[in-house]
């Protein structure tokens, strides 16, 4: 069956409506984009959507140049008025993610991708880790309790495969975590003596039943655009015996979420300096 | 059996000297002791021992309090004629150990404890990984591949597991981890299923023949003193079954030369500002 996220995902929108009411003033996010195209601009019009609805300011700002980026992100990291900064992919092709996400200041890495945000994840101080990772650990624990439990994660990526892993063995979370990737023999031994299969690898219904026992919880961080479709990384003929998130409207849609909230978190955090 | 590392020993060995002979001036190694008592004191005189040998300048401070912490580290960080700190335990207890490293500059983090640090091991990029988790590195690649094979790390330290975990998810690495801890279920079940095993639980003998198929690779990064004796956190006897890192000599003998190979890298890096 499709897990229903829907009573998960109204907890964490009334959480946030209740914080941002109690800031002096609302919280900002900044959203760069290098690459300016009609899909990047309608993908952030849905981000500002969402933003305004739960009272978070959204402001766009364009940045084609490795050069732009270089100004742009000391400055906005500089700017009291601003909370959270965030930057749509793809970057300009000479400067590397890691150079780019370097330029951002941690307090306002509401993405979690300066490697201050990943390091501190390792000491047990997730402040803010990568948006999609967090958001795979808010579905796992409000399907069940992780602790002892054995998760497989499918795919080794600095968005969510190893920062995943590493909310994953916090204390307190004590899963016993398993990563997968293209590399790995036997994929679907692995997976099906699995209790718990996240599959984060950007390929459209790539693993089907033959990789899960039934009821394994699984969960579907995938979204690929095949003619004008959305799919997952999930066949989702695997619902039939296991709990399957869906896609679309599954682990995007926290995901989304968590940027809001992460957003809020950097403003109360601002307002104890 | 019992590995023999000192074909990697010696290897190592001349590669430091060759790369420090190239420098126009030796490298220099703080190191900071909050708690200079004899066995600190004995600890520090056998790397300093270490570091003469390999051409290291190597000088103590002490450091009882946080606050002189609070002023000794953002000042050693400052000071040109150091290339690498190394902070012993135990901390004060008014400080956390993230607090600390997190006033050691990154470049001169030569431990591989500051939050960056270990951030950029997720990034496919580690200048400074933490030494041990380097040195178990170091040693698997030294006796095979670990390309596709499944490596099970026992333990979830921010000093081994954690940090050695992401080092072997690396591109080029391409192992399939696990990682277990004490919460894990079945330990036994996945330690037998793996074709390398990483012990580091600090449990002196805590895992013996039961838990693993002969022929494994077993590291053993345990260092437990037991009535003056020096034991690993697997027990001898498994050597008869697998190829085992010895106690003492082993990982910990590795990770000494990996500290002083860090001085040397962070010394060539800061020539070239």
């Known amino acids: ?3 229903n996220l829907e009573p998960l995902y109204s907890s964490i929108v009334e959480n946030i409506k209740e914080r941002v009411s109690k800031l002096a003033r609302p ?7 290098c690459q300016p195209d009609p899909s990047t601009l309608s993908y952030l019009r849905s981000q500002e959507k969402q933003a305004k609805r739960l009272g ?29 900064i965030f930057l749509t992919h793809p970057l300009p092709s000479d400067i590397s993610e890691l150079e780019a996400v370097s330029l951002i200041s941690p307090e306002k890495d509401v993405e979690g991708r300066h490697p201050i945000s990943l390091g501190n994840i390792m000491y047990d101080n997730p402040i803010f ?14 399907v069940t309790n992780p602790s002892g439990k054995r998760i497989t994660v499918v795919g080794r990526s600095v ?26 023999k036997d994929l679907a031994e692995i997976t099906k003596n699995s209790e718990i299969v996240v599959v ?5 219904k790539a693993l089907g039943k033959e990789y899960f026992s039934s009821g394994t919880l699984v969960i579907d961080v995938g979204i690929n655009v095949e003619n004008d479709e959305i799919f997952g990384d999930v066949d989702p003929s695997v619902a039939e015996i296991c709990e399957l998130t869906p896609v679309p409207g599954g682990v995007g849609r926290i995901t989304t979420l968590v940027l809001m909230e992460h957003t809020v ?3 109360e955090m601002a307002r104890k300096y």
Do not use: W
Not at 129 to 142: G, S
């Open 1 to 3: 069956m499709f897990l």
């Open 27 to 33: 919280p900002k996010l900044a959203a760069v984009t």
């Open 56 to 84: 978070i300011e959204f402001a766009v700002y364009e940045a084609p140049k490795a050069s732009d980026l270089k100004l742009l992100l000391p400055k906005l990291s500089a700017d009291d008025t601003v909370n959270g």
């Open 129 to 142: 880790p990568p948006c999609t990772a967090e958001a795979v650990l808010r579905i796992i624990k409000y």
């Open 159 to 184: 968005t969510v495969g190893k920062p995943l892993s590493m909310l994953l063995l916090q204390k307190g979370v004590d899963a016993t975590v398993t990563v997968c990737h293209s590399r790995t």
């Open 200 to 204: 984060a690898i950007g390929k459209a």
């Open 265 to 267: 978190k950097a403003a």
